[in-house]
Each structure stands twice: as C-alpha cells, then as structure tokens.
C-alpha cells in the first residue's frame, strides 16, 4: 500500500539562532500540515556559539520529527547543507537558513510550484531585508563570479529551495571540498524555476559572512566552477612580453637610428619591479588552484559528525 501522503524533509544549518529554532519547527510544522505532507525537520549544529545543540535534542525529545546532527566543529553553512541532504529522506527536500529570514510560510508555495512539472525550485528574493552592506556585497559577488565563469547568475537567490528527491540523489555525489549549494544545483541543469517570496528582517544574532569569509566564499566559489583566471593570466603575460617587446625596438631606434641615450636605470628597476610584481601575482594564482588540488587529493571527509539525535534515541 503507497504512502497517502509525500515526505518533506526541511534541511536547516544552525549557526547563531538558537532563539529562532522554537519557532521555525512550530511555523514550518504548521505549513507543511496544510499542504498535506508528512514531514522530518533535519537541523544541523554547526558548532553553533550559543549552544544550540541543547535545543536540538530538546525539540526532539518533543517531536520525533525534529532531527539533529551535530558537527564535531564548525566545517561551514554548506558542509552543513550536505550533511543534511545526506540524512534526508524525503521524496522532495526543502533547504533553508535558520533565521527566520527564509518565511517557513513560502514552503508551500514553492512546493505548489514545483508539482507543476519543475524539479527545482528556487526562492527570489525580490526585496531583500538586509543590510546595505550584505546587499552590495552579494550583488558584486554574482558580478565576479559571472565574469569568471562565464554564467548568468540571479542575485536574488540563495539556499532558499525545494527539490525532488532524483535532485539530491545526483548532488550526494559531488563531493568536492569546495562547496556552494546554489551554483551546484544550477550546474546539474535539472529543470529548474524560481518564484518571488517575501524576504524578512534578520531577528536574532547576525550574519557570520563578515568581509574575509565573503572573500573566501568568493575565490572558492570562482576556482571550484572556472580556470578563466589562470587563461586571464597567461593572456595578460603575452600582452606584457608583446609590449616589452615593442618598447625594446623603440629603444634600438632611438640609439642607433636617432643618436639619442637610452633612459636610465630607473626606468629599467620599476620595470623590473613591475614584472616581478605580475610573476608573482600570477604564480599566486597558480598556488591557488595547486592548493585546492591538494585539499581534493587528502580525501578528508567534508564533515565529521559528533553525535546525532538518533543515538540518543538508540540510548534511551
């Protein structure tokens, strides 16, 4: 006999909202009744500062429905988002951030919007309740990382998501170090929408992307997905030696066609230090790419897992 109903599994990172968590399993408890559908909520720990794992395992122990992992440290939101699409075992797979920004409410109404033929489907937001700062900052984010890789990105998407269970499936199998959620899905080219929510004002701690970690996310993002900065760099040693090149016979003339002296040594030690400057730069970006090469080649798992709720539920 088939199941009356399809599972749902709503994937939640936690880092920093412990006071959020009561009631987002209460909002999304409620939204997921109304659709019908039956429901798991995976909520994983990434050694949140706040001790949020303590209320995990009590929001278990009031609903068995309500699952936890918890990080033996902190591996990153989308260390995390795997862990928890690892764990899911719903026929369609909800990924949301902790804060109460992404509206539990909007669930239903991507998961209305996905019935209708599409495998992904994506939240926009439209109007984005943050910071000035976080705003101009993910918005030159997608200008980078479009520029680098060639792509069309939509900067008014984020983790925000449902997908169908084949989706997760063929994402389980990507298992490179350097992971963002979004452009993954977007890369395996399911049949993929968007549809426009209502984005709310942060209510609790703040955004752990401070500029470095943007930084970071930024260059791991750009040289996980394209080698256009190696290509750049070779391009631009060309024009250089092409230049140098040029400006070689321009002194040849000059000395022996015009009887004019040659230009000092300071010209001749800011070039040097001009070219010295690019070989570096440019074996820095070289280094870059050797690096994340190494990091895939140790093969260390993409998270390590404390402790669940389920073991808890094996010991009592």
Request: with cysteine.
């Amino acid at each position: 006999m088939g199941k009356s109903h399809p599972l749902i599994s709503v994937v939640i990172p936690v880092y920093g909202c412990r006071a959020c968590l009561h009631d987002l399993c209460n909002r999304i408890i409620t939204t997921i009744e109304s659709i019908p559908a039956d429901l798991e909520i995976i909520l994983i720990n990434d050694a949140s500062p706040d001790h949020a794992w303590e209320a995990i395992q009590e929001l278990n122990k009031q609903d068995s429905r309500i699952k936890g992992i918890d990080f033996a440290r902190n591996f990153g939101q989308h260390h995390a988002i795997t862990a928890g699409l690892d764990y899911a075992s719903g026929d369609w797979i909800v990924v949301m951030d902790c804060d109460l920004q992404d509206r539990p409410e909007e669930i239903a109404s991507l998961y209305d919007k996905a019935q209708v033929g599409y495998e992904v489907v994506f939240a926009n937001r439209v109007e984005r309740q943050d910071s000035w700062f976080k705003r101009t900052t993910s918005q030159l984010f997608y200008r980078v990382y479009d520029y680098f890789t060639g792509k069309t990105s939509d900067h008014t998407i984020a983790n925000f998501s449902i997908s169908q269970r084949k989706v997760v499936l063929a994402f389980r199998q990507m298992r490179e170090q350097n992971r963002f959620f979004p452009m993954f899905i977007q890369w395996m080219g399911y049949k993929t929408t968007g549809i426009p929510v209502e984005h709310n004002a942060r209510k609790e701690g703040k955004t752990s992307y401070n500029p470095k970690k943007l930084i970071t996310l930024a260059t791991d993002a750009i040289i996980s997905q394209s080698n256009k900065p190696l290509r750049l760099s070779i391009q631009f040693g060309f024009l250089l030696a092409f230049g140098s090149l040029l400006y070689g016979l321009y002194l040849f003339v000059r000395y022996f066609f015009l009887a004019q002296p040659v230009q000092g040594w300071t010209s001749v030690m800011v070039s040097l230090y001009f070219i010295g400057g690019l070989i570096f730069f440019n074996f820095g970006i070289l280094g870059m790419y050797i690096g994340k090469v190494f990091n895939e080649a140790k093969g260390r798992p993409l998270y390590l897992i404390r402790e669940t709720t389920e073991d808890n539920d094996e010991q009592r």
